[in-house]
């Protein structure tokens, strides 16, 4: 483009220039005001808009394949070499949140499989010195909340259930229960169904409930 | 007034009033959403999950290949300085600083990108399979699919300037502010305006007596 205008200060020339963006909707409010004023008294400025809607329309049609540049370009990123996950710090990559259920699911599961196969802690004990502490009441149910569950939420939940905690949380947030043994199944179910819980389950025989 | 005249006046004024409610209506929270869900595709992106990449080339692809098509014009060109500038997303995301809305830091390098291709296709390199490869331009069957309209305008904007085909898709396809065109293409905005002005006017001078049809 080699023709030169020379754009003067008017209100006509200034809307003029303003046209496209009135069009594509992305003036300002006091750009929208000062073409819209000027709109209404210029017939050759309202001709122009019409003139810029149907060319924008007129831009707005063509069909486009991306399958082939995807499948180029991913040759070109198998053939690069795979540097772009070692600079990122490991606390602050992604997980997808599949995997962090799971993986909340997979430490719950090991919770409570520790507690269900550890010895147990209260042998029957027939000596006791002066100082021994007293034994930790058994527990006979296992849960395990997500982690960003509050202390309000959990409280409410085992005091719904007429749970009292005797042990935990142990290093993978398991808590010990202590439920009340002619409840403990509607408990536990009860505790299973809310959306906070990860885990809840029985532990040890009948006879410990 | 002449009939025809008036029946001109009349689309315009149509035209004035569709624009308004456009205006009113186009920037919606729609817009916000899509430009959070870009940026939560680039945090993956730092991360390296290829299929966010993959999803953000799907969204890209249709916005930058038109882009890269109207400033290039060559197919095979455009393949290549797309996937030139998504690889600059994919290996230098980190350098995207928030600045700008995404898509303006990535049409920005898609922009230089092009204007760095065409200055080497302009450089005068012997090519001995340029006889046998096929014309990047329409051939006429191409051109008869194509409607009247299309192929004015075609011809029309090939007579422009790169940087003016530029401003020309990035306003009326992309639907971006002069603002923005300006970061894009690195210039001042009055610039941006001059260049559409320009560019408009040659295509309502190429387009004489078809503009009607279009309104």
Redesign the interface.
Known sequence: ?T?I?Q?RGSAHDKT???L????????DEGE?AQV?EH?ADC?EC?????????????????P?D?E???A??TG??DRRP?A??SN?AFL???VPVAWMIGGQAVAAVLAVGIFTTLPSRTPDQTYHALASAPAAPAGNAVVVFKPETSEAAMRSALLGAGARVVGGPNASGAYVLQLPADTRAMALKQLGGMPDVLVAQPIGSERSS | MNLATRS??I??????A???E??VS??SAGVGQAAREELRLL??I?????QAF?QL??LY??RL??FL?NLVRRPQLV?EV??DT??VV??RSESFNGASKLSTWIFAIGYRKAMKALRRQQDPIEDPEADRRPSPMPNPEQELSLSR??VL?RKAMNE??AD?RAV??L???H????R?IADILNCPVDTV????????????KR?EGE?AD??
Do not use: C
């Open positions: 483009m023709e205008t754009l003029q220039r303003l496209p963006w009135y069009n594509n909707g992305t003036l929208i819209k709109l017939a309202r001709a122009a808009l019409a003139d810029d809607a149907g060319l924008a329309r007129e831009f707005a049609a063509m486009l991306p082939h540049g995807w180029a370009l070109e990123l795979a772009k996950t990122v602050r990559r992604r | 001109l006046n689309r315009a004024m149509i035209a004035v569709v624009t308004s456009r205006n186009k920037r945090e993956s730092r991360a390296g999950d290829r993959e080339y799907r692809h249709p290949t038109r098509m393949e797309l996937n998504l690889m994919w290996e309209n299309h305008l422009l300037s003016h020309v898709d306003t009326y396809f639907e971006m502010g002069y923005e305006k001059t260049r559409m002005f320009h560019a408009r006017r040659h295509l309502r387009m503009l279009w309104i």
